[in-house]
């Protein structure tokens, strides 16, 4: 079984100032891990995804994300937000069972940038 | 590439009645499509696996009469809600995944029942 934890609901943030969001999952298989934004009424949007190589993960919009086996995390971080980043971030984690595997999210964490 | 549409993408509807919902791949074949609802302020919770030709898996707790799932093609995956109560008010979201990726999935913009 997997599941994911994502410690902070809310992030409150000034524009311009960096940011890390949590994310620590477990497994007993070899995972995948993805970060998602979803914007009110939207559906969730690919940040950026780990499945194997470097531990250091480039996205979209400027966010990053390291993922670290030992410490069983995967936290997506920015070092300058703005206050279009405002939105609902998930994390998830799906198994290495092949294709069309199935997401498990965590609770996710909302991002409250202001000026 | 790789567009996810659900429609429609707001429905009221009276109890007792039935809803579908509707979700497309636009530009790539899904063999395989996620029906997922999320209640206010939560995560994502998944209902059930769409497989192109075949019945669909529901994930425990989730009534297969309740919510009946066809997926008829390569590009269309439909969700029925039956006798819609109250308590299925929701927002419902679709994810497709491309056939021959790497278990990535494509999720349509969501489709938020309402029921009187």
């Known amino acids: 079984a997997q599941s994911v934890t994502q410690l902070d609901s809310q992030v409150p943030v000034f524009e311009e100032a960096p940011v890390e969001l949590r994310c620590n999952y477990s497994?007993?298989?070899?995972?995948?891990l993805f970060w998602y934004v979803q914007y009110p009424n939207q559906g969730l949007q690919l940040l950026l995804k780990?499945?194997?190589?470097?531990?250091l993960v480039k996205g979209i919009n400027g966010f990053e994300a390291e993922f670290n086996k030992s410490q069983t995390s995967f936290h997506l971080r920015k070092p300058s937000v703005h206050i279009s980043d405002t939105a609902e971030y998930f994390c998830?984690?799906?198994?290495?069972?092949?294709?069309?595997?199935?997401?498990?999210f965590g609770t996710g964490t909302r991002l409250q940038v202001t000026l | 590439g790789a567009v996810v549409s659900q429609h429609p993408s707001r429905v009221i509807c009276k109890s007792g009645t039935s809803v579908k919902i509707e979700c497309r791949s636009l530009?790539?074949?899904?063999?395989?499509m996620f029906w997922y609802r999320q209640f206010p302020k939560q995560s994502l919770m998944l209902m059930a696996t769409?497989?192109?030709?075949?019945?669909?898996?529901?994930e425990q707790g989730v009534e297969k009469d309740k919510f009946l799932i066809n997926h008829a093609s390569l590009t269309l995956s439909t969700l029925t809600v039956t006798s819609a109560h109250p308590e299925d008010s929701s927002f419902y979201i679709c994810?497709?995944?491309?056939?021959?990726?790497?278990?990535?999935?494509?999720f349509g913009p969501g489709t938020r029942l309402t029921v009187l």
């Open positions: 998830a984690v799906s198994g290495d069972t092949g294709t069309a595997s199935k997401l498990t």
């Open positions: 769409s497989n192109e030709g075949s019945k669909a898996t529901y």
């Open positions: 994810s497709a995944v491309r056939t021959h990726a790497n278990n990535e999935q494509f």
């Open positions: 780990y499945l194997s190589g470097s531990t």
């Open positions: 530009d790539f074949q899904a063999t395989t």
């Open positions: 497994s007993s298989v070899s995972v995948y």
